[in-house]
């Protein structure tokens, strides 16, 4: 099998000594679509940054896209996309402006990002909005933009933090599909969100995380098979209520914070 | 190279199209000018300032003043850029995150010599005479330059320390208000004596004097322009070092709020 992602060990505390990530191992298959669910505050987003360099990790040892994420981290950036929680474009700037930008800070000769902007403008059906400034796009536009951005240089790999979050029914059903369409063409993505019907429909495999770890991991219909329930929803409140003792095969990893669940 | 040229074109390219901010930073070098040379210029004796016209005098603090006020916009645009999400994009890209805040500086550099020329223009059509030989305007644009880097680079750290842009919009307060306490619009030695060793001594006055004393032919202090210009090259190094390098190190450190 063919990881993407292979991940050990993960720690990440943060001053005071709170744990953010108390070990986290994640093993992410080539060309699916990963999601990582968990409440807020549980550390995806940490997760995620340390995944794409942006933090380091106090220990643990991960590949990300055939690079060790501490001997290569320019490996990794190269290999890699990031889209954070909030839309990463520039909203002065228009949409053509954004994409002629990040595809010049890619590399692409001009004429070049020119004619991938106006390629994925036309994919990510922008084309009308296409001179207009950031500023004046809808949520589900802006969400668009950032995704568009995201796949400029056909990375093997993209990071989406939340990408639906705040955006109404028709613009999260359009992020979907984009999504899907970019696994379809066999890049792997990892999203975080704290939707479990997201998780549900979009996802090949999902790891629940919560207080830093990772208490459950499988595709859909096997996480509400072990747990003999009809929706993701049952099995994530069954997994994070109090005194929850863990799952077979991982019980003992988080019992330390039984108890500590609200 | 691309990095940097992308970052400028991003930079220049807010500038423009911020056009309340952009006005602002045009229309106020024309406005002082015209305030303290017909408001406030009868009033300065000429023996206070030692010269023919008070534009002859006000010209180089004008400059400083409004590189004070370019600073400010320049703290601003790296805060609104902290807070936003195309921080950590730009950082999980393989370029040189220096490139980021460069392309800030430039654009910075351009808004106030920009601002600068107009001070210049404006200056000439009031009245004011410099005496300066190419080799010494030369000279006073050099000195420009290097004060408006320095003050760009110490903005930008202050961009990266402050929480967001309402807050660094009060940097703009702060340095726009230490040229008064200068030799920028009367002689150190005209001050309260408490004042006057502040004014005589704090980094703007030997920026100024050093402009002063390369177009006027003397300095206000009394002190020979190389003495003036050597202080405010140190000045001004020690200002561009530090803050780059701090904003530097802030950049890399700080994430996006």
Request: charge should be positive.
């Amino acid at each position: 099998m063919t990881y993407t992602i292979k991940a050990d060990g993960i720690v990440k505390s943060f001053g005071g000594g709170t744990r953010v990530l108390d070990g986290v191992d994640l093993a992410v298959e080539k060309g699916t679509i990963f999601a990582l669910l968990g409440p807020n505050g549980a550390g995806k987003t940490t997760l995620v940054r340390i995944l794409a360099t942006l933090l380091k990790p106090d220990a643990g040892t991960a590949t990300v896209a055939g690079h060790d994420l501490r001997t290569d981290p320019a490996g990794v950036r190269r290999s890699i996309s990031l889209t954070g929680q909030y839309t990463a474009v520039d909203d002065v700037l228009t949409g053509r402006e954004n994409l002629v930008m990040m595809a010049r800070l890619l590399r692409l000769p001009a004429p070049r990002a020119r004619r991938r902007a106006a390629e994925l403008l036309t994919a990510f059906d922008l084309d009308d909005a296409a001179d207009k400034r950031v500023k004046t796009y809808s949520g589900g536009m802006r969400r668009r933009l950032d995704l568009a951005v995201s796949v400029i240089a056909r990375p093997p790999l993209i990071f989406l933090d939340e990408p639906t979050t705040g955006l109404d029914p028709r613009s999260r059903n359009q992020t979907w599909d984009v999504v899907r369409g970019l696994a379809a063409g066999g890049v792997t993505v990892l999203l975080t969100t704290q939707y479990l019907d997201e998780a549900d429909r979009l996802a090949d495999t999902v790891a629940v995380l919560h207080h830093g770890r990772i208490i459950a991991q499988g595709t859909p219909a096997q996480l509400k098979a072990r747990h003999d329930s009809a929706s993701l929803d049952e099995v994530f409140l069954a997994l994070t209520e109090p005194g929850h003792a863990g799952e077979p095969g991982h019980a003992g990893h988080h019992s330390r914070h039984e108890g500590a669940i609200r | 190279m691309t990095d940097l040229t992308v970052m400028i074109t991003r930079c220049t390219r807010r500038s423009l199209r911020d056009p309340e901010a952009f006005f602002t930073s045009l229309l106020l070098p024309v406005i002082l000018m015209l305030l303290f040379v017909y408001v406030f210029g009868g009033a300065m004796n000429a023996e206070a300032t030692s010269t023919r016209e008070y534009a002859d005098y006000v010209v180089p603090g004008l400059i400083v003043l409004c590189a004070g006020f370019g600073a400010g916009t320049t703290a601003v645009a790296v805060a609104t850029d902290m807070s936003s999400g195309i921080i950590d994009r730009f950082r999980s890209m393989p370029i040189r995150s220096s490139s980021v805040l460069a392309g800030h500086i430039a654009a910075s550099l351009a808004r106030n010599l920009l601002a600068t020329a107009l001070v210049i223009g404006v200056g000439l059509a009031v009245g004011w005479r410099p005496s300066a030989s190419p080799a010494q305007w030369l000279a006073a644009i050099a000195m420009i330059i290097a004060f408006i880097l320095a003050m760009s680079w110490l903005a930008a750290m202050a961009g990266l320390l402050v929480g967001g842009p309402e807050a660094a919009n009060s940097v703009t307060f702060a340095i726009m208000f230490l040229p008064y306490l200068s030799s920028a619009f009367v002689p150190a030695r005209t001050m309260t004596p408490a004042l006057r060793p502040i004014a005589a001594n704090q980094p703007f006055t030997p920026v100024i004097e050093t402009m002063r004393g390369l177009w006027m032919g003397r300095t206000s202090t009394g002190a020979p322009v190389g003495h003036e210009a050597l202080l405010a090259v140190i000045y001004c190094a020690a200002i561009l070092a530090c803050s780059a390098a701090a904003a530097s190190y802030l950049f890399r450190h700080r994430t996006a709020a």
